[in-house]
């Protein structure tokens, strides 16, 4: 008998965390246990609620990456490179786009993998709504490669920033939590070099951050938003808010009464929507926004053999009128479902619905505050908790995700190693 091959395309929060449970688990399962692939164009994994802190450099990536290879070996998973391209689903079959060095050479060309079952999790990236100049002149950092690719433009700028005598003006479109934490994150870059030595360069760089509607963290409780803004501002950051960017160019932005923010540097972080691709996978329900529409057991509306997780998917519970939100909190949640039911599916099992529990939300800024909404637990409305605390709980997020992908032991001694090199090594990237 054939062994059932899961392919869960995308190495992110609920694709690697999936690949790595049910890898242990069927690890040692002989012949009749299915094969587990995970396929990304990436080679490592970094969890995305970080990616702010990559790009600023306010953590180094080389600490905190997941090596697909090395997780694969551990875990009892195959890792092969590859990008979703297309979907076939009377054969069973997916394309993979070819993968292409940076100077063009071709790595790997166009091929197809076949699949009994299918998860999807190839996350989520910036929506730029088509706004004219965006994809030219702004940077993303909805990956690994993008924001190592934004940090090593910020540390150069910072050099000649430091030998120069120049200003550094960088816009942040975006007044999510991705922007809201870059722009504390880049303060405290600033404010770490100082104490290393690189005086006068808080007072050369300037942060705006750019909100388009009335304030920012608009998912948050309004209480949230204004503390928030509030310390920004108290920060040095320049907040707008009720600022629509119409275009981007290379020294800025122009906003809707035509005026124009001059940037060195500009960062896009508005909006959400899965990759285009998601909307051409062989008829699949899809909404405007590029997501897979699913049902409560996480399949695809169209085909039982397709999972979709994660911020691709778009998922309306029972007695509720929006999707769920595209958070590492539900990526996580469905992972977990996913891990403990699947099997049983396999079996032919009947399995319970995917159900919710909505903890709250979490946004850091840097080592300056942090602010953590109850979620079902609030015993008041808005109710919030901030400081020390909420910084713990954010971080515990992180350590729970190590956790899942590597055990509770092996978590915990990358969380030794973490905190042996907060005391060895630079807290900022300095290379």
């Avoid at 069927?26 to 246990?33: F, L, N, S, V």
């Avoid at 993303?140 to 030998?163: H, K, P, T, W, Y």
């Avoid at 319970?352 to 800024?365: D, K």
Wanted: hydrophobic share 40%; aromatic share 6%.
């Amino acid at each position: 008998m054939a062994r059932e091959k899961i392919v869960i395309v995308g190495g992110g929060i609920a694709g690697l965390e999936i690949a790595s449970a049910l890898g242990r688990k069927y690890k040692r399962g002989g012949q009749a246990a299915p094969t587990i692939t995970v396929l990304d164009r990436d080679s490592a994994h970094v969890w995305k609620p970080m990616l702010h802190t990559i790009a600023a450099g306010t953590r180094d990536i080389a600490q905190q990456q997941t090596t697909f290879l090395a997780q694969a070996r551990d875990c009892g998973f195959s890792y092969e490179p590859g990008e979703l391209n297309g979907l076939n689903r009377t054969q069973k079959q997916i394309s993979l786009a070819a993968l292409k060095a940076a100077d063009g050479r071709l790595l790997i060309p166009e091929r197809v993998v076949a699949y009994d079952r299918l998860i999807l999790a190839v996350g989520s990236q910036a929506n730029d709504f088509g706004t004219p100049g965006v994809k030219e002149h702004c940077y993303m950092i909805d990956s690994r490669v993008q924001a190592d690719a934004f940090n090593r433009e910020v540390r150069l700028r910072m050099f000649q920033c430091m030998g120069l005598d120049q200003q550094l003006s960088i816009a942040i479109v975006g007044g999510g939590a991705t922007g809201v934490e870059l722009a504390a994150e880049l303060i405290q870059l600033t404010e770490v070099a100082e104490s290393y030595g690189a005086h006068g360069l808080a007072s050369r760089i300037h942060i705006t951050l750019i909100q388009s509607g009335p304030r920012l963290l608009d998912a948050f409780p309004e209480s949230i938003s204004e503390a928030v803004r509030d310390k920004l501002q108290k920060l040095g950051v320049t907040v707008l808010t009720n600022t629509r960017v119409q275009s981007a160019d290379a020294d800025g932005l122009t906003i809707q009464d035509g005026s124009h923010i001059a940037a060195s540097m500009l960062v896009w972080a508005a909006g959400v929507k899965a990759a285009e691709v998601m909307s051409q996978l062989d008829g699949l329900e899809c909404t405007r926004n590029n997501q897979l529409v699913i049902n409560p057991y996480l399949q695809t509306t169209l085909d039982p053999a397709i999972y979709a997780v994660g911020d691709c998917a778009s998922l309306i519970l029972p007695n509720s009128a929006r999707p769920l939100p595209p958070t590492a909190q539900v990526a996580h949640q469905q992972a977990t479902y996913l891990i403990k039911h699947l099997p049983d599916v396999l079996e032919g099992k009947a399995v319970p619905p995917f159900s919710y529990r909505n903890l709250g939300a979490l946004v850091s800024l840097g080592e300056y505050d942090a602010y953590a909404s109850l979620g079902q637990f609030g015993l008041f409305k808005d109710g919030f908790i901030r400081g020390k605390l909420a910084q713990a709980s954010h971080a515990m997020l992180y350590r729970s995700h190590q956790s899942n992908l590597h055990g509770f032991w092996r978590g915990s001694l990358l969380w030794l190693v973490d905190q042996i090199n907060k005391q060895v090594r630079p807290s900022i990237r300095l290379d």
